[in-house]
């Protein structure tokens, strides 16, 4: 008889993991990956941040047991992370209006987010930037969803086009559920501005629509509290909304998956039943989470010395991204292109949108052993002080 996988398709691979596969398979030595979203530091490292380092040391010398965790997490580690969302003084948590579970990373929020929705707002659709992170339109689909996208990204200004965006929001149906990306979108960097923000949320209120903020990368822009400042605004809206975040990046702990969702009730009340809701999508799927990644977030968080250190070198990760930006800039300029690049200073996070085309991202990668990502999606934190030359180069030589 025949297996019963016998007619099981093989799946298309992950645009950014395949990427990151062929790259390693490449085996010249002046190849360069700026595919993935990862940061590294000038030495093409990954880097483990002194303030992280420290939290281990001691948590390892403690040997803590390994019991398991509750459904939600870490208490600690949820409390410290609802005060770096939505500030230490916030009223929304003063009034104990905010439930936060732990997470597995980014992309655990957002998918407990999801099949939690899914279950309150079974007839609902999901919109999506366009473009968005392209994980986000898998997992809402997997949780059950028709997605769609609204209007976000305008190529000739290289900037958002506010006014499709705004009108593309007021045509949908009350009830839609919005992801928007809290700041450093990606994949384009473009982000709206503070005066934008106000008449998202002002359309968001009057169309009666689910807000979904994904922040992924809170301190990669401009600071912990100014890249936060979406959800503040959002906070003082009275509106509920749904926010999954990440310490991925900010953190530099990508395997260790510390994300956490955080859902805005009208009520203590309702963050208790809503709680109690998300609890059981979380047991249902993988019971908690794990110990590592939270206990070490917490602790760093909740320690001024580690998280004096800890900000200290989340904006030497920030610096060291918008140096590149700007060096890539002069060298494309100092190589006579045509082209003004100078939009890509202005672009904000670990990516740009180069606007560079698939044929000439493929000859990057044929000629130069340089990858990107074939919407020509780069990413700076992969650029360091000796690659730079070779991948400017290379975008003059394929211009
Ligand atoms: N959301 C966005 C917009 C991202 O870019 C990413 C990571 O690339 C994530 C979520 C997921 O982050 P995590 O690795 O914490 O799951």
């Not at 909740?302 to 250190?309: G, K």
């Amino acid at each position: 008889t025949a297996s019963l996988f016998a007619a099981v398709e093989m799946a298309p691979r992950d645009p950014i993991l395949g990427l990151t596969e062929s790259f390693n398979a490449d085996t010249r030595s002046t190849k360069v990956n700026l595919g993935v979203g990862v940061y590294f530091d000038d030495n093409g490292k990954i880097p483990l941040l002194a303030a992280v380092k420290a939290a281990e040391k001691t948590r390892l010398e403690a040997m803590p047991p390994r019991g398991y965790q509750p459904i939600d997490g870490l208490a600690a580690y949820n409390q410290i992370v609802q005060k770096l969302l939505f500030g230490a003084d916030s009223a929304l948590l003063e009034a104990g209006q905010v439930a936060t579970i732990e997470a597995l990373g980014g992309t655990g929020a957002l998918k407990v987010g999801a099949d939690y929705l899914r279950r309150l707002l079974p007839t609902a659709k999901v919109f999506i930037s366009d473009p968005s992170w392209e994980n986000h339109r898998a997992i809402f689909e997997y949780a059950g969803f028709e997605v769609d996208s609204y209007p976000y990204y305008d190529a000739v200004s290289r900037g958002v086009d506010f006014a499709a965006m705004k009108s593309g929001l007021n045509a949908l149906p009350a009830g839609s559920i919005v992801v928007l990306h809290a700041c450093c979108h990606n994949p384009t960097g473009a982000d709206l501005s503070h005066a934008q923000w106000r008449e998202v949320i002002e359309t968001i209120a009057a169309r009666g629509l689910v807000a979904f903020i994904d922040m992924a990368y809170q301190g990669f822009a401009d600071g912990i509290r100014e890249d936060a400042q979406a959800l503040q605004m959002f906070a003082a809206s009275g509106l509920q909304f749904l926010v999954a975040s990440s310490f991925s990046k900010s953190f530099s702990l990508y395997g260790e998956r510390v994300g956490a969702l955080s859902v805005v009730t009208a009520s203590r009340d309702e963050t208790a039943r809503v709680l109690s809701q998300i609890k059981r999508v979380v047991r249902a799927n993988y019971s908690n989470p794990p110990t590592h990644g939270g206990a070490i977030v917490a602790a760093v968080l909740a320690s001024a010395e580690l998280r004096q250190m800890w900000k200290v070198e989340l904006a030497e990760m920030r610096q060291r991204i918008l140096a590149m930006r700007v060096s890539l800039v002069e060298k494309l300029q100092g190589r006579g292109v045509s082209t003004d690049f100078s939009f890509v200073t202005r672009q904000r996070g670990m990516f740009s949108y180069t606007g560079l085309e698939v044929a000439q991202v493929d000859r990057m990668r044929d000629e130069f052993g340089i990858y990107a990502v074939s919407t020509g999606r780069i990413c700076l934190a992969a650029l360091n002080t000796r690659n730079i030359d070779y991948v400017a180069d290379a975008i003059a030589a394929v211009l």
